[in-house]
């Protein structure tokens, strides 16, 4: 409930070390609704605040949320006996060796989680790991791309899910310091950097390009926006940075 949401949030605030508290330092103050509605006041306007709820957990996810009552009851060793609200529950945990989960049959959406269970395994060797999918042991594994990716992509038998999704190289340019607070600085690097030849020595040419912020397949995909995309054009970078430095930017 907005109680729980509350509950687990605060202690992104609380702990400078979690990768939640990225989001969750903005927010100025949590109040409950209702029983099931959070009103958050941020610090300042953020448009990615809603994501902060939806992310990868990797990310700082805000959207996990454990059971206040375990949690206070087990402190430090909640992570040996967690409780959520996820599609799965927790029902085994031996160390370097497995991590098991059965359907949650209270999930709050209909019909799902589609699998009864699920056991995870950690295969940190490359060879092993990808030995044990090929001869069936596994039934999936989150491939490496260069040691187990492109040579799943090139084996028949093997079924390949693969995408940008929310992955990408990204470069992040400060706008407030000098250089990159001048645009044209920020655009001499875009087309300074040849994508082709970053696929062919760094993806053995299967990298999938970008050619704006947002990829084909996202619904937020503008042609239009693609078309003023900056090329690659080092001759046109040389020329953005000598109007920057004539203008007496260094």
């Given at each position: 409930?907005?109680?729980?949401?509350?509950?687990?949030?605060?202690?992104?605030?609380?702990?400078?070390?979690?990768?939640?508290?990225?989001?969750?330092?903005?927010?100025?103050?949590?109040?409950?609704?209702?029983?099931?509605?959070?009103?958050?006041?941020?610090?300042?306007?953020n448009?990615?605040?809603?994501?902060?709820?939806?992310?990868?957990?990797?990310?700082?996810?805000?959207?996990?949320?454990?059971?206040?009552?375990?949690?206070?009851?087990?402190?430090?060793?909640?992570?040996?006996?967690?409780?959520?609200?996820?599609?799965?529950?927790?029902?085994?945990?031996?160390?370097?060796?497995?991590?098991?989960?059965?359907?949650?049959?209270?999930?709050?959406?209909?019909?799902k989680?589609?699998?009864?269970?699920?056991?995870?395994?950690?295969?940190?060797?490359?060879?092993?790991?990808?030995?044990?999918?090929?001869?069936?042991?596994?039934?999936?594994?989150?491939?490496?791309?260069?040691?187990?990716?492109?040579?799943?992509?090139?084996?028949?038998?093997?079924?390949?899910?693969?995408?940008?999704?929310?992955?990408?190289?990204?470069?992040?340019?400060?706008?407030?310091?000098?250089?990159?607070?001048?645009?044209?600085?920020?655009?001499?690097?875009v087309?300074?950097?040849?994508l082709?030849?970053?696929?062919?020595?760094?993806?053995?040419?299967?990298?999938?390009?970008?050619?704006?912020?947002?990829?084909?397949?996202?619904?937020?995909?503008?042609?239009?926006?693609?078309?003023?995309?900056?090329?690659y054009?080092?001759?046109?970078?040389?020329?953005?940075?000598?109007?920057?430095?004539?203008?007496?930017?260094?």
């Amino acid at each position: 409930n907005a109680d729980a949401v509350i509950f687990n949030v605060q202690r992104h605030i609380d702990d400078p070390s979690s990768p939640g508290n990225l989001f969750a330092k903005d927010i100025e103050s949590m109040r409950a609704v209702d029983p099931l509605t959070v009103e958050f006041a941020l610090a300042s306007p953020n448009g990615e605040f809603p994501v902060a709820f939806a992310a990868g957990w990797t990310y700082g996810m805000l959207g996990i949320i454990g059971s206040p009552r375990a949690i206070r009851e087990a402190g430090d060793d909640y992570t040996r006996s967690p409780v959520g609200a996820g599609p799965h529950r927790f029902v085994e945990w031996v160390e370097d060796s497995r991590i098991v989960l059965e359907r949650n049959e209270n999930y709050w959406q209909e019909g799902k989680p589609y699998l009864d269970r699920i056991e995870f395994r950690p295969l940190s060797d490359t060879e092993s790991r990808y030995a044990s999918l090929e001869n069936g042991d596994v039934d999936m594994i989150f491939a490496g791309y260069h040691t187990e990716l492109i040579r799943a992509m090139d084996n028949p038998n093997l079924d390949v899910y693969y995408g940008p999704g929310n992955g990408a190289e990204w470069m992040y340019f400060n706008h407030q310091d000098a250089p990159f607070d001048d645009r044209r600085m920020r655009e001499a690097v875009v087309r300074a950097v040849n994508l082709d030849a970053l696929s062919a020595t760094q993806f053995r040419g299967r990298m999938e390009r970008a050619d704006s912020i947002f990829g084909r397949d996202s619904e937020y995909y503008s042609p239009q926006a693609a078309q003023r995309w900056p090329d690659y054009d080092p001759e046109r970078a040389r020329q953005l940075i000598e109007e920057f430095r004539a203008d007496g930017g260094d």
